[in-house]
């Protein structure tokens, strides 16, 4: 946690986008990299969406929980409609407090299995809660364009990653001359 911390503040003062902003993206970018694809191999063998991923997850992390390596992953709480098979609430507990990095994970689930995701954040620790709770849907993309298919916040993150991207190839191309 130390690392990923001080790592963040780092890219902060580098790039002035919030250390939340940051950890969403790292979030976002652990679940759908082709490494995490490879070191979770055995968890991803049998999950076909986003949903089903972040039950695995919440299981991983139960089996974590059990070592003795003293390990304190976060508790995963599942509420589920009876009148929305794709929606659900996630309930987060860490003393960690790194929701922005589940939302983010959230949004990679998605990204990985094509599909969309609308997530509403209902309560946060960070703001005094016990827990946060998210209410999340997973939705198949309608047929169009990608811009069509893309929510705002979808397509303010594309900006912030061209932006990041932009910014990186910036400062390597000073650093070379």
Known sequence: DAALLQGVGVANQL?????????REYGRYFISNGLTSHLCAYLLTEVRSGKELLMAMGDAHAQMRRTSDGLTPPLFEYEFYSHDPHGFVLVYKSPRKLCSVLVGAIEGAALRYGEKVQITERSCMKAGADA??????????????????????????????????????????SAKR
């Open 132 to 173: 946060c709770r998210f209410e999340v849907h997973f939705f198949a993309p309608s047929s169009g364009t990608l811009s069509q298919q893309e929510t705002p916040e979808q397509q303010e993150r594309r900006r912030f990653q061209r932006q990041l991207a932009q910014g990186s190839n910036v400062r390597r191309c």
């Open 15 to 23: 790039t002035r986008f919030t250390p939340e902003t940051l950890l």
